[in-house]
């Protein structure tokens, strides 16, 4: 089989992976802050990574990934003051809503969803490490800072070097406690409004509360070991969050914390960034509500490349719809069907490899999905030939299976799909009923209601075949 390749933003090449041990991917992917519903921006990432977790168990691998649950920082806390509230109050329904609007999208469990909150030992643990190894430093407040210029690799990940990092440039006047302008913070000395909000927990260097980067390195090294195999998020991840999580870990551990490190491009929104902050954010609940399937939205994220941006227009869900309704027209047709030809079996094999070359080769999607709608005009072509293979018909069947179980594109059939279908057996069994007693003025009354429903009948030598619309 050809190599599994990915683009590593660490060398700027797409290059071949394979986990370290060959066997289990150890993925750690940045999560939801849970403050408010994600996003279909924030999805899109989580979908990228879905993709990828699905095409590595394809490809033969385990996958052990985990995905934080931001669930303590300076937005949570504020809108907890604001509600008076505590932090979980304000962070458990939005969990809750997070994995309701993940399962709609059909987002496989991760491995772990550890929480910020109850990782606090873990997080002390690791800020210890690095005081004691004099990469970080206490200031008056009891905050704890990370010193970026005691860390050769800072700005590696993110090609800062060739920026402007001022090392030692004029601190800001609310920075007052920091040596450097630059340095950030892993612990955050407790403020009034923390410990309302039951956000603060003792340290060796008072009350506090831990800084966002933080929670990454501690959390992924207790469940994944000090070297990941992989690290993915959102391109707008790379920095600070990411080269931060680098520098606290390896400046802890002396040890490469991710051997690769992959980015999802934005999703835009009519040309701008998706954001809450830009106030152009659509959310799962608005798909839900249109009665737009989970499987329309994976669709058209996939429809791109993951590092490619992609911008959602007015129309591009009802392109997205059309496609799913062709692919599972087909996954119906497919299964009912009962026989195939030989050339049936042959597109099948060739939409396998064409399918699986382009999932490897750096998660190519929409070359995937190509392959896969290829592999329906062919085969339709040959199941309206009427074959009696049926060695080529599971064939055909197998290879739909193994590429809708990276995919999933085959949209639910909805209530109302199933309502009217029972509906529609019932009367065409009574117009049957009607045509055999003679009594034609009762069937044509029969086919007139279903037509009034939008359902076209048409009487064949093997019964009397119906669809709607
Ligand atoms: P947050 O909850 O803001 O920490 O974001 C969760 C994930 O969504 C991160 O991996 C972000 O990089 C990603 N993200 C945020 N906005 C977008 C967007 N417009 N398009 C794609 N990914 C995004
Ligand atoms: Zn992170």
Redesign the pocket.
């Known amino acids: 089989m050809s190599e599994f390749r990915l683009y590593n933003t660490l060398t700027r090449r797409v290059e071949p992976f394979t986990p370290a041990d060959g066997r289990t991917v150890r993925l750690y992917a940045?999560?939801?802050?849970v403050y408010n519903p994600?996003h279909l921006?924030?999805f899109?990432?989580f979908l990228f990574e879905d993709l990828m977790r699905r095409a590595m168990r394809l490809y033969g691998w385990e996958v052990m990934q985990v995905m934080n649950l931001?669930d303590v920082d300076d937005k949570i806390i504020r809108k907890a003051a604001a509600n008076a509230q505590t932090i979980t109050q304000v962070t458990e329904p939005f969990t809750e809503l997070f994995h309701r609007d993940r399962r709609y999208l059909r987002i496989e469990d991760a491995e772990v969803y550890p929480k910020a909150t109850e990782h606090i030992p873990e997080m002390i643990a690791l800020v210890q490490t690095l005081v004691d190894n004099g990469t970080a430093y206490v200031s008056e407040d009891g905050s704890v800072y990370f010193a970026i210029d005691r860390f050769a690799g800072y700005g590696r990940l993110s090609q800062l070097d060739k920026r402007e990092i001022k090392s030692g440039a004029r601190v800001a006047q609310d920075e007052y406690s920091k040596e450097n302008a630059q340095d950030f913070a892993l612990w955050k000395s407790a403020k009034p409004e923390d410990e309302a909000t039951g956000a603060a927990w003792d340290s060796p260097w008072g009350r506090g509360r831990p800084g966002w980067h933080l929670e990454c390195s501690a959390m992924a090294m207790k469940y994944l070991g000090e070297t990941l195999d992989l690290h993915a998020?959102?391109?707008?991840?790379i920095f600070p969050h990411h080269e931060d999580e680098i520098a606290q870990s390896e400046a802890a551990t002396g040890k490469p914390f991710a051997r690769c490190w992959c980015h999802?491009?934005?999703?835009?929104t009519d040309g701008a960034?998706?954001?809450k902050r830009v106030g152009n954010v659509a959310t799962v609940v608005d798909l839900r509500e249109q009665g737009i399937d989970g499987a329309v939205y994976r669709h058209f994220v996939f429809n791109a490349h993951y590092r490619k941006q992609l911008n959602l227009l007015g129309d591009s869900l009802a392109q997205s719809q059309a496609a799913v309704r062709r692919i599972g027209t087909f996954a119906r047709r497919l299964a009912e069907a009962t026989g195939g030809t030989p050339a049936l079996a042959a597109a099948a094999q060739r939409a396998e490899s064409a399918f699986k070359a382009a999932l490897f080769d750096d998660l190519n999607a929409p070359e995937a999905l190509a392959a896969l709608f290829t592999f329906i005009s062919e085969a339709n072509r040959e199941l309206d030939a009427g074959g009696t293979d049926g060695a080529a018909l599971t064939e055909a069947q197998r290879v739909f299976a193994v590429i809708d179980g990276v995919l999933d594109l085959v949209p639910a059939e909805t209530e109302t799909d199933a309502e009217l279908s029972t509906w529609v057996e019932e009367r065409l069994a009574a117009r049957k009923a009607a045509r055999a007693a003679r009594d034609f003025a009762e069937a044509d009354s029969i086919r007139a209601e279903l037509v009034a429903r939008g359902v076209t009948i048409e009487d064949t030598a093997s019964g009397t075949k119906w669809r709607a619309g």
């Open positions: 940045c999560g939801p802050t994600a921006g924030n899109r990432t931001t998020g959102g391109i707008d991840l999802g491009e934005f999703l835009l960034k998706m954001a």
